[in-house]
Structures are given as C-alpha cells and as structure tokens.
C-alpha cells in the first residue's frame, strides 16, 4: 500500500519534499545565526532577510512552474540545487553579505535573477527542445568571443581578476556559451572523434586541426585575461566531452596527461601561477605573506573541527576573501567536517544525477550538451574546494551555488535550469 | 521583545539553545542531503550512464574531503601548522592559545620543563644549559625543536590517545584537554653531574640501561641557555646548539675494538698473533700500523719490541692495533661487513618516538668493505669510519645486556625494543671479562672504582688538524650490568687522560644514586 503511495508521489512531489527539507535546514541555520547576532545587540535588521524570503517564495513557485509545465525530470537534481542554493544565501546571509539591504542591489538582485535564469534554462532545454539549440553553436562560440573580447578591451583587474564596469564577471557565461559550441561542433562530427586504433583516439587529422584552431582562439584569449583558472576549467570540460563522444578511456588519459604538463608550463611562465604553486607546496615558507588566506583557511577548518563551530559562531572573517573564493573554509569552520561531507556528497549526487540524465537523453547534442554542463559544474567545484583544502593549488574559481557573485549565481541556476529540461524526456 | 531575547540568549541557557540548533540543522541537512542522494531518478539511457565519469567526479570529492580531514580533525600533528595558529589564529578562545603546555619531567619527577603562567611562550628550564641539548627548546621565534618539538602534540593537549576517552572528548567538543607531562627517563642529577664533568669542553656523555635503553643522561658541551638560543644558533666557531650525543660523528678509536673482539669470539677465529714492535702491514703500500708504545719509545729515543705472540684478552688490555689489524683481515669481508649492520653503525638510532614524530642521531659511517685488507684500519676505529657518542654506548650496552642491542630511549612511556642481536650470550659473557682485564689492568685502571668491578675500554682517536679525539666507553657491574657510561671529549688527547675521569666521576655518583649495584628496575 505505501509503495504504491511512493510511486504516485511523483519527481515534482519529491521535489518538493526535498525542498521542504532543504527549507527546514536554512531556517535552523538562519535562527542560529540570528541567535548569535541577537546575543551581541537587541537589533533585528529586515532588509538582510530579503533574499532568503525570496528563496522560500521563488523555489516553490518554480516548482509550481515545473507541476503546470508537466515537468517529469530527476527530482534529485533538482533538490540538489535548491538545497546547495540554500545553504549558499544562508552562507552569504551570514557573512553580511546583504548587510546593506537595498542600497546594494547588486547583492540582492542575482538571486531573483538567478531563478529567473533557471526558467530560462529549463524552457530552452525541456521538453526535448533541447536539440534545436545544437543549430545556436556557432552563434554561441561568437558570443563567447564577444564576452571574452569585451573584457580584454573594457575589462580592468582588480585582485587578480578582471572585471567589468560594477564589478561584474561576465566570464562566467562563457562556460556554458562554450559548452554548447562544443556539444553542438562535436556532436556533428561524431564520427570522426570515435575513431580510436588500440584504444588511442585518432580523429582525422582535418578535423582535429579545426577543433585546436577553433578552441585555441579562447584559450589564447584567457591566456591574455589572466585567467588561469577559466582556462583550466574549460579545457577539463572539453576532455570529459571528448571522452563522453568517443567514450574512450584514451582521451581522459591523454587529457590528464596534457593538464599536468600545462599545469606545469603554466607555472614556469607565469609569475602569478609560481607564486600559487610555491604556495600550494609549502605555505609555512611564507606563512605571513604568500601563504597567509590558506593557512588562515585551514586554521579556520581546524578550530571547526568534526562538528563545525555552528553557524554564526566561527570566526571565519579572518580569511581574507572568505566570501568568493574562500567561502568553503567559512562552510569548513562552520558546519565541520561532517557537514562539508554531506555538502560534498549532495554535489556529487548533482553531477550523477546530470550524467544520468545525460545517457538518457535522445540526441548526441543533447547528451553531449549535459555532459559538459555536468562537468563544467563538477571541475568548478573540484578545483574550488580542492584549493581551499590544499589539495590542489589556487586557481581562483568560486564554488557554484555557494560563492559570493552575481554573474556566477546567475550563470550556475541557468545550467542548472538546463540541465533540469535536458533531464525531462518528453 | 529583542531586548528579552538577547538577555535569554546570554543567560545559560543560551549556548544550549544554539547548540540545539546547529544539531537540528545538521541532523535536517543530513536527511535532506541523503533524500536527494536516495530520490527515484531517470530511468538510465541506453546508450550510457557514463559511470566511470560519475565515480570519477564523486571520488576526486571525496579524496579532497579525506585532505581536508588531515587539516580540519588531524591539523594538531604538524608542528608547523600548530606553531602558525599559536601565533596567528585570530579566534579569541582558541584552544591552542589557552592549553597550559605540560612540564617535562625527569624519572623520578623532577622538573626539567615547566610552563608560565599567563605566558603562552613562556618556559622554564632548572638546569639550562645542562639538559638545553635533549630537551631544545621552545621559542616564539626560532621554534620548537628537540623533545619539545616531538613531544608537542602530547605537551600541548592535541594528541589523541586512543585507549582514554580524550578521543571523544576531542571530536565532540573540540577543545583541548589540559596540556599533559611527558616524563623522561632522565636523571636530572646525572644530568647535571655530567654536564659539570664536561666542565666547557667540547664533548658528549652518554648515560644509559643496557637492557631498557632508558637513557639516564644525554649530554651535550658546550651547553646553551635554552631561553635565548639566538647565540648558540649564530656561534659557528663552538658550535653550542650543535648536539654532539647524537649527531656529532666521530672516528670511534680503540672503542671500536669491542666490535671486533665480538667477533673474534663468536666466529672463533683464530686469537693468537704475532705483534712485533715494526707495526703490521696490510698489504703491499699501506702503511704499517704501529702500536702507540711504538711512538713513545721512539720519543725516548728506544726500540719497541713489540708484544710478541699475545691473545685476545692480553690484546684488549693492551689495546694493542697492530693485533686487532690482523684480527680484522682474519675475520674476512663479509663477518665484519655482517658486524657492522649488527651494530648498527649505518643507521641513523631513534632515541624518541613520541606523538609529535621521532628523534634520530646521525648515521655513522663504516665504508662496506670488498678487500680483507682495508678491514685493518677499521678494524682499529680508524680510517673511513665515523660513529656518534651514542652508537658507541649502544654497543657498549648491547655487550652489557648479554648481546641484545636495546633502542635507546628517552621517553618512560616508549616501549622497550631490541634494535638487533650483536652476539650470543656466551661471547657477551667472555668479552665482559676481558674488559673487566682492560679496566683492572689495562689502559682503564684510572676507573677500576672498589667494589663496582667496571669493564670497559679506553679509545684515542686520531683525527685530521688537531689533537686526537678522547673516548671511554664502560658498564658497571661485571656480572648483571646496570649501567652504561660513554664519554667522549673532543681533541681530549689520550682516552685514559681526558674522557676516564668523567667516567670514574660519573659511575661514583651513579653508584651514590643507587643505579650500579641495583639493579635496572623495567627489562623485557
């Protein structure tokens, strides 16, 4: 009788439960934090709390949205986006992000811009729509070379990065604008990149050549942006592609191979990049200087502990760019290992859920388009938390869903709005 | 309404409110995150569900998380990284800024390190410059070395001992116990006693339990105040931070001849030889190699006439080279190449293990030998061969402990271990009498103290520019020794001279303090 009941439950019905659930929690952590803020002064500031009321008007609404569209995608994926979206606003809430309310709309608005772009992204992909975009890849690769142009030109650095007027990072969409490219360019040449002689990939060579041309105009571009860590990602997505077309194990080897060859040319040319992998190899050289935010990060995780400090009662401020970048040593301190291993675990149930819904979908593009989406959300979170533990060195990428930054919010709910339309099969 | 919350927030029942919360939020997130990980999902294509990629992404998470937890639960075993959130970790009550670090204490409970109150760097030392070289030191600015450094976690309250609850303590909570005491196997009074006998000479004096390896003493001279190593650090002439128990090396001399009388008697090769006064030579352009009874005729302007056909025992006591030479070619390639690794020459000897990592003296050095004839100046402790004061007193010991070689140590709590087995119980049995004869007749008769029947060897050792370097190693009593005494004096001259009467000095306050006719409390 209560299986039955399970199965008429139905993926938005799960959904929703998830998101019920994923709501519960943000509201723990916002009581806690609101506790912790109440101890020091009797001030309770309303504008701060806009954008978690947006979350729990905007989320169910969206759902709604789906219910009436007749959405039948993986509900997992869903609530693992909202869930990792929430404890993201709870994160920033905390970290006195929105402390200014109003007056700093550009910390307010990418929420409800975000969802926003999360419909845009399941219209443009649900529904088996999705296959009608493979005809927008070149027009995607133009723009990316837009963005990236654009910035070259307008763009002024600012802590290593660059940005536009207001601060805003629209290098953000090149990911997915690139993605598309290459799902929809690869995807027509299917054939010619499965051709493998024992087990090592030999695509013709005309073909090949096409694609180094072509890719290699963005890459020189990022190269002259400085941004090491867009060009690491990119290139880590296009050989997850390479291998989700061919599915042979040749070109994720080779891949390696090639980004730790790159990883170390890189850091022989840049001085930049020196510095990060010095850094990344002994931060005790320099521990006031060079490896000050790392070592900051980790004695943050370390007086989190097993069970984190609780939230709102860390003292993750002291690392410096906790916000952006760092954000994960504030999550460390905060929720403990064990909460970072349940959030690491609901990213990685967001990347299965993405490949599985890859292999289900009907058309080359569209698998291959999910895939890259996937797995430009998964290096993204690879390299970010991999860099704040020390795993890896610095290459300066946010954490998706989780890090302070409009663009970057807006660009993750989008793919992980088109990932939710590629999930649905009709 | 606000102002009501905020006294109840900060009333007693405020943590436990928030407390209450972050489990609720964590136990709710743990539901969430496994409801989504266990929601229905799409059915899997036909093509693929690209597998491999999926285990590829969700293991690269979790070796980071398996990273990260090096840091976030197990941060306290790098010294390092303890040392950089003593002094830069911002969090008002972090632990690491409020244990109070435990004392180090010597065997019988004496302090040897003590902490300041309200002095997170502070540290107190009773006998400075004494013990500074065992103990090092531990300083805000030229960090924490030695003892203090290995015994950091244990000292500073973060390390775990499995077998007590702290274990839970420290993951539930995550604050430090108390720091704890680490008692050494040091006698304080030795310790300074030997200190004294150095009397500022360049020199080391090992002290130690042949069958526990618990070392009594562990001194190194010249001495530094452990408070203000800035001079010793920066002093390249004397070298005083430079501890030369454990990592001075130094060509053994005579000492070295225990080694090979060890051998003689266990492989019973053959021990009479011919000793004329010319010396020995090995083979053809080698230089002979004399006795020193040879020089000091020379000097009175005589003929030595050499000690004619002797045995191993008149050899001993005679500590006469140009006999051990030719025992060393008799003993063949591969006996003293297999002696050498008993010994433990080659190896670096691990005195501490403690939570914080280990504590190793330098490797000695002995050159593996092709040619049977190179075996005759090493043979005599010369040549291409370097040992530290504690090598020499752990053969010494493993001679006294009936041919166990025993690990040193200088922590109570480490276990006792047998690093390797030098001889039989037999040979270690004859080769205490014949050292008994060096001592009460030989080159040792300045120790031969009543009473105590103390076996030993004297050794002079012959070293580039300068004087010759003085060694005397010995145990005490004959039959069931209880203690090891080595001493070395840098560019002391002759053993007997220089490095004896610190031994004799040494075993008589030993003997005063109960440590040579009774005997060793802990053995295996």
Same mark, same amino acid.
């Given at each position: 009788?209560?299986?039955?009941?399970?199965?008429?439950?139905?993926?938005?019905?799960?959904?929703?439960?998830?998101?019920?659930?994923?709501?519960?929690?943000?509201?723990?952590?916002?009581?806690?934090?609101?506790?912790?803020?109440?101890?020091?002064?009797?001030?309770?500031?309303?504008?701060?709390?806009?954008?978690?009321?947006?979350?729990?008007?905007?989320?169910?609404?969206?759902?709604?949205?789906?219910?009436?569209?007749?959405?039948?995608?993986?509900?997992?994926?869903?609530?693992?986006?909202?869930?990792?979206?929430?404890?993201?606003?709870?994160?920033?809430?905390?970290?006195?992000?929105?402390?200014?309310?109003?007056?700093?709309?550009?910390?307010?608005? $990418?929420?409800?811009?975000?969802?926003?772009?999360?419909?845009?992204?399941?219209?443009?992909?649900?529904?088996?729509?999705?296959?009608?975009?493979?005809?927008?890849?070149?027009?995607?690769?133009?723009?990316?070379?837009?963005?990236?142009?654009?910035?070259?030109?307008?763009?002024?650095?600012?802590?290593?990065?660059?940005?536009?007027?207001?601060?805003?990072?629209?290098?953000?969409?090149?990911?997915?604008?690139?993605?598309?490219?290459?799902?929809?360019?690869?995807?027509?040449?299917?054939?010619?990149?499965?051709?493998?002689?024992?087990?090592?990939?030999?695509?013709?060579?005309?073909?090949?050549?096409?694609?180094?041309?072509?890719?290699?105009?963005?890459?020189?571009?990022?190269?002259?942006?400085?941004?090491?860590?867009?060009?690491?990602?990119?290139?880590?997505?296009?050989?997850?592609?390479?291998?989700?077309?061919?599915?042979?194990?040749?070109?994720?080897?080779?891949?390696?191979?090639?980004?730790?060859?790159?990883?170390?040319?890189?850091?022989?040319?840049?001085?930049?990049?020196?510095?990060?992998?010095?850094?990344?190899?002994?931060?005790?050289?320099?521990?006031?200087?060079?490896?000050?935010?790392?070592?900051?990060?980790?004695?943050?995780?370390?007086?989190?502990?097993?069970?984190?400090?609780?939230?709102?009662?860390?003292?993750?401020?002291?690392?410096?760019?906790?916000?952006?970048?760092?954000?994960?040593?504030?999550?460390?301190?905060?929720?403990?290992?064990?909460?970072?291993?349940?959030?690491?675990?609901?990213?990685?149930?967001?990347?299965?859920?993405?490949?599985?819904?890859?292999?289900?979908?009907?058309?080359?593009?569209?698998?291959?388009?999910?895939?890259?989406?996937?797995?430009?959300?998964?290096?993204?979170?690879?390299?970010?938390?991999?860099?704040?533990?020390?795993?890896?060195?610095?290459?300066?990428?946010?954490? $998706?869903?989780?890090?302070?930054?409009?663009?970057?919010?807006?660009?993750?709910?989008?793919?992980?709005?088109?990932?939710?339309?590629?999930?649905?099969?009709? | 309404?606000?102002?009501?919350?905020?006294?109840?927030?900060?009333?007693?029942?405020?943590?436990?409110?928030?407390?209450?919360?972050?489990?609720?939020?964590?136990?709710?997130?743990?539901?969430?995150?496994?409801?989504?990980?266990?929601?229905?999902?799409?059915?899997?294509?036909?093509?693929?569900?690209?597998?491999?990629?999926?285990?590829?992404?969700?293991?690269?998470?979790?070796?980071?998380?398996?990273?990260?937890?090096?840091?976030?639960?197990?941060?306290?075993?790098?010294?390092?990284?303890?040392?950089?959130?003593?002094?830069?970790?911002?969090?008002?009550?972090?632990?690491?800024?409020?244990?109070?670090?435990?004392?180090?204490?010597?065997?019988?409970?004496?302090?040897?390190?003590?902490?300041?109150?309200?002095?997170?760097?502070?540290?107190?030392?009773?006998?400075?410059?004494?013990?500074?070289?065992?103990?090092?030191?531990?300083?805000?600015?030229?960090?924490?070395?030695?003892?203090?450094?290995?015994?950091?976690?244990? #000292?500073?309250?973060?390390?775990?001992?499995?077998?007590?609850?702290?274990?839970?303590?420290?993951?539930?909570?995550?604050?430090?116990?108390?720091?704890?005491?680490?008692?050494?196997?040091?006698?304080?009074?030795?310790?300074?006693?030997?200190?004294?006998?150095?009397?500022?000479?360049?020199?080391?004096?090992?002290?130690?339990?042949?069958?526990?390896?618990?070392?009594?003493?562990?001194?190194?001279?010249?001495?530094?105040?452990?408070?203000?190593?800035?001079?010793?650090?920066?002093?390249?002439?004397?070298?005083?931070?430079?501890?030369?128990?454990?990592?001075?090396?130094?060509?053994?001399?005579?000492?070295?001849?225990?080694?090979?009388?060890?051998?003689?008697?266990?492989?019973?090769?053959?021990?009479?030889?011919?000793?004329?006064?010319?010396?020995?030579?090995?083979?053809?352009?080698?230089?002979?190699?004399?006795?020193?009874?040879?020089?000091?005729?020379?000097?009175?302007?005589?003929?030595?006439?050499?000690?004619?056909?002797?045995? #191993?025992?008149?050899?001993?006591?005679?500590?006469?080279?140009?006999?051990?030479?030719?025992?060393?070619?008799?003993?063949?390639?591969?006996?003293?190449?297999?002696?050498?690794?008993?010994?433990?020459?080659?190896?670096?000897?691990?005195?501490?293990?403690?939570?914080?990592?280990?504590?190793?003296?330098?490797?000695?050095?002995?050159?593996?030998?092709?040619?049977?004839?190179?075996?005759?100046?090493?043979?005599?402790?010369?040549?291409?061969?370097?040992?530290?004061?504690?090598?020499?007193?752990?053969?010494?010991?493993?001679?006294?402990?009936?041919?166990?070689?025993?690990?040193?140590?200088?922590?109570?709590?480490?276990?006792?271990?047998?690093?390797?087995?030098?001889?039989?119980?037999?040979?270690?049995?004859?080769?205490?009498?014949?050292?008994?004869?060096?001592?009460?007749?030989?080159?040792?008769?300045?120790?031969? #103290?009543?009473?105590?029947?103390?076996?030993?060897?004297?050794?002079?050792?012959?070293?580039?520019?300068?004087?010759?370097?003085?060694?005397?190693?010995?145990?005490?009593?004959?039959?069931?020794?209880?203690?090891?005494?080595?001493?070395?004096?840098?560019?002391?001259?002759?053993?007997?001279?220089?490095?004896?009467?610190?031994?004799? @000095?040494?075993?008589?306050?030993?003997?005063? #303090?109960?440590?040579?006719?009774? @005997?060793?409390?802990?053995?295996?």
């Amino acid at each position: 009788m209560s299986r039955k009941k399970k199965k008429t439950l139905g993926p938005i019905g799960t959904a929703t439960g998830l998101f019920l659930l994923s709501a519960f929690a943000v509201a723990c952590a916002c009581l806690a934090i609101l506790g912790v803020k109440l101890s020091n002064a009797p001030v309770l500031q309303v504008e701060p709390l806009i954008p978690l009321a947006v979350y729990a008007v905007g989320v169910p609404l969206i759902l709604l949205w789906l219910k009436l569209s007749g959405w039948k995608g993986d509900a997992g994926l869903v609530g693992a986006v909202f869930l990792l979206c929430g404890i993201g606003l709870v994160i920033q809430f905390r970290m006195g992000s929105f402390s200014q309310g109003l007056a700093k709309p550009a910390a307010m608005l $990418p929420l409800p811009l975000g969802l926003a772009a999360f419909m845009v992204g399941t219209l443009l992909t649900g529904k088996g729509r999705g296959a009608w975009l493979a005809k927008a890849g070149w027009m995607a690769y133009l723009a990316a070379l837009g963005v990236l142009g654009a910035m070259l030109l307008l763009g002024r650095s600012f802590r290593g990065g660059t940005y536009l007027a207001g601060n805003l990072n629209p290098s953000e969409i090149v990911k997915p604008l690139l993605v598309l490219f290459l799902a929809s360019y690869l995807s027509r040449h299917q054939k010619a990149f499965s051709e493998t002689q024992k087990g090592i990939p030999v695509p013709p060579l005309r073909v090949l050549w096409g694609l180094v041309a072509l890719w290699a105009i963005p890459m020189l571009m990022t190269i002259a942006l400085k941004d090491l860590g867009l060009m690491a990602l990119l290139n880590a997505v296009l050989i997850v592609m390479l291998f989700a077309i061919a599915r042979s194990t040749g070109y994720l080897a080779i891949g390696l191979a090639a980004v730790a060859a790159a990883g170390f040319g890189v850091q022989l040319i840049s001085a930049n990049a020196r510095t990060r992998f010095d850094v990344w190899l002994n931060p005790f050289a320099d521990p006031t200087g060079k490896g000050w935010q790392i070592l900051q990060a980790l004695a943050a995780m370390y007086s989190g502990g097993l069970w984190g400090a609780g939230l709102g009662a860390g003292v993750p401020q002291s690392v410096p760019i906790v916000t952006s970048d760092f954000v994960y040593a504030a999550v460390a301190e905060e929720i403990g290992l064990v909460g970072c291993a349940l959030l690491l675990m609901v990213y990685a149930t967001l990347f299965s859920r993405g490949l599985r819904a890859a292999g289900a979908t009907k058309t080359p593009f569209e698998r291959l388009l999910c895939v890259g989406l996937t797995a430009s959300l998964a290096t993204q979170t690879i390299l970010n938390v991999a860099g704040v533990t020390k795993a890896l060195p610095m290459t300066g990428i946010t954490l $998706p869903l989780i890090s302070h930054g409009g663009s970057s919010l807006i660009t993750t709910l989008l793919i992980a709005g088109m990932l939710t339309g590629l999930s649905d099969r009709k | 309404m606000l102002e009501r919350l905020m006294n109840l927030l900060n009333s007693d029942v405020g943590p436990d409110l928030l407390r209450a919360l972050k489990i609720v939020f964590l136990a709710v997130l743990a539901v969430a995150s496994f409801g989504i990980l266990y929601a229905p999902t799409v059915k899997p294509g036909k093509v693929t569900s690209y597998g491999l990629l999926r285990i590829l992404f969700a293991g690269a998470l979790f070796a980071v998380l398996v990273y990260q937890a090096t840091w976030q639960i197990w941060g306290y075993t790098n010294p390092d990284f303890v040392k950089f959130m003593r002094r830069y970790n911002r969090r008002p009550d972090a632990a690491e800024k409020q244990v109070m670090r435990g004392p180090l204490l010597d065997r019988r409970g004496m302090v040897l390190a003590a902490p300041v109150v309200g002095d997170v760097w502070g540290r107190r030392y009773p006998l400075g410059a004494a013990a500074a070289h065992p103990l090092g030191y531990y300083h805000s600015t030229y960090g924490i070395t030695a003892v203090e450094r290995v015994c950091d976690p244990t #000292l500073s309250g973060y390390a775990i001992d499995k077998r007590d609850e702290a274990l839970g303590k420290m993951l539930f909570t995550q604050r430090a116990a108390e720091g704890e005491a680490v008692t050494l196997t040091l006698d304080q009074r030795l310790q300074q006693k030997a200190y004294e006998l150095l009397a500022g000479r360049k020199g080391a004096v090992v002290v130690m339990r042949p069958r526990s390896g618990a070392l009594l003493a562990l001194v190194s001279s010249p001495g530094f105040d452990p408070l203000n190593p800035a001079e010793a650090i920066r002093d390249e002439e004397n070298t005083p931070a430079f501890n030369r128990a454990v990592q001075g090396r130094y060509p053994p001399g005579s000492t070295f001849k225990i080694l090979l009388a060890a051998l003689a008697i266990e492989k019973g090769l053959p021990q009479v030889y011919a000793c004329p006064g010319q010396g020995y030579v090995a083979g053809p352009g080698t230089p002979p190699i004399r006795d020193s009874e040879y020089y000091a005729y020379q000097r009175k302007g005589a003929v030595w006439p050499g000690w004619g056909r002797i045995g #191993l025992k008149d050899a001993t006591v005679h500590s006469s080279n140009v006999y051990f030479a030719q025992l060393g070619v008799a003993s063949g390639t591969k006996a003293f190449n297999d002696m050498m690794t008993k010994a433990r020459i080659r190896e670096p000897l691990t005195y501490l293990r403690a939570s914080g990592g280990e504590l190793k003296s330098a490797r000695g050095h002995v050159p593996e030998v092709t040619k049977a004839r190179s075996t005759a100046l090493l043979a005599i402790g010369q040549g291409e061969l370097l040992t530290t004061p504690l090598h020499v007193a752990c053969f010494t010991a493993a001679v006294a402990a009936d041919g166990r070689m025993m690990r040193p140590r200088l922590c109570q709590a480490e276990p006792i271990e047998e690093m390797s087995r030098l001889c039989n119980v037999k040979t270690a049995e004859q080769l205490r009498a014949i050292l008994r004869e060096a001592v009460s007749r030989g080159t040792g008769k300045g120790v031969d #103290l009543p009473g105590l029947n103390v076996c030993g060897k004297t050794g002079t050792a012959q070293a580039p520019g300068g004087e010759d370097h003085a060694w005397f190693t010995c145990f005490a009593p004959q039959r069931k020794p209880n203690i090891v005494v080595t001493v070395l004096v840098e560019r002391g001259g002759f053993g007997a001279k220089a490095a004896l009467p610190v031994a004799r @000095a040494l075993l008589q306050e030993a003997d005063r #303090l109960g440590y040579v006719r009774i @005997a060793e409390e802990a053995t295996p």
